[in-house]
């Protein structure tokens, strides 16, 4: 299946926190889009990996993903290195999409910058003829997504652009609390997080309104890009 939008994430729900809304819109635009999450998160201190598949299975229902993939990688010792590449790269052949999305360049959790520079690295490499993978027995050929952005997260960066998600801010919000093991809930007994705090959602509502002030609506999203944005009209910056 040939894929309009990939996103990556080092940890499920790392997209849903950060830019669940953007994807959501292009899906409801006709747009194909998937996930590949890197890891199943098993370093966090509450739930378990099979806690956190089943979550993300029941967030990629919600905002209507054509696919998700899990690579398996070890949460927090994950490297940048050829063979982390390489499946990556297997991942961006397989669904040849124009654009990625990734993590944030820099962030709170060590995990989010590694993650962002482990697959923009991929994403030029993935357009090496020279380097061979395979897929179900098959010879991938080369490709490389036309632009690289990456989503926000918990530091604050100055976004290159912000995306209006006004219109699916609700089911943006479904989407992160099908992840109900990672956030606040009275009755579970597992030690707190810092994103289990009863405020981290306050956080996450903030931050969009502050991006969606950006540009004149109520919620919006920011990323950050690599190149230079280019437009045909200044109309498509309205």
Not at 89 to 116: C, F, W
């Given at each position: ?232 009209s200044l109309f498509d910056l309205?």
């Open positions: 299946m040939k894929l309009d939008i990939l996103a990556f994430s080092s940890h499920p729900d790392d997209i849903e926190l950060s830019c669940a809304g953007t994807i959501i819109s292009h899906v409801k635009a006709g747009k194909k889009v998937g996930i590949v999450d890197l890891t199943k998160g098993e370093l966090g201190t509450r739930g378990t990996p099979a806690i956190r598949e089943a979550e993300a299975a029941a967030a990629t229902t919600i905002m209507g993903l054509h696919v998700r993939e899990n690579l398996g990688f070890a949460d927090g010792f994950f490297r940048n290195d050829r063979e982390h590449q390489l499946e990556v790269v297997k991942m961006l052949r397989r669904y040849q999409p124009e654009i990625v999305i990734a993590n944030a360049v820099t962030d709170r959790h060590p995990d989010h910058g590694r993650g962002s520079i482990l697959v923009s690295e991929a994403c030029f490499l993935a357009g090496l003829k020279q380097i061979q993978t395979e897929d179900e027995n098959t010879t991938q050929v080369a490709w490389r997504p036309k632009a690289v952005y990456h989503y926000i997260q918990d530091r604050l960066l100055v976004p290159d652009f912000v995306v209006d998600i006004t219109p699916y801010w609700n089911i943006k919000l479904e989407a992160i609390k099908a992840f109900k093991s990672q956030f606040y809930d009275p009755t579970n007994s597992e030690p707190n997080t810092y994103i289990s705090n009863p405020d981290f959602l306050d956080f996450i509502e903030a931050r969009s309104r502050e991006m969606g002030h950006l540009i004149g609506t109520t919620y919006g999203e920011g990323f950050t890009k690599e190149r230079h944005l280019g437009v045909r309205i």
